[in-house]
């Protein structure tokens, strides 16, 4: 089980800090991942600053409705020695 995001935070341009449940904690650039309809207002940095921690699904979530799939924040989370 993936787990769960309890922390996240504004770093610059499109990266986010982020701490999991299980203590991994780092950065992640979403930039090349804001492609699509529903990602496409994430481009605007003021938008996509507005992300939040929806506790329910477990992720990062937009006013938008545009999400990523908690697995794949941690699968890819650059990890901070």
């Known amino acids: 089980m ?4 309890t922390h996240a ?13 299980d ?6 650039d979403l930039e090349p991942e804001l492609t699509g309809e ?3 207002p994430l481009k605007d940095i003021t938008f996509f600053k ?7 699904l477990h992720t990062l979530v ?8 908690p697995e794949f924040l941690y699968e ?4 901070i020695a």
């Open 9 to 21: 935070k504004y770093v610059e341009n499109y990266t986010l800090y982020l701490h999991f449940s």
């Open 62 to 69: 937009w006013p938008n409705g545009a999400d990523y799939a």
């Open 2 to 5: 993936t787990p769960k995001i």
């Open 38 to 40: 529903i990602f496409e």
């Open 23 to 28: 203590g991994s904690e780092g950065e992640i």
């Open 76 to 79: 890819n989370l650059k990890i």
């Open 50 to 56: 507005r992300f939040s921690v929806n506790h329910e």
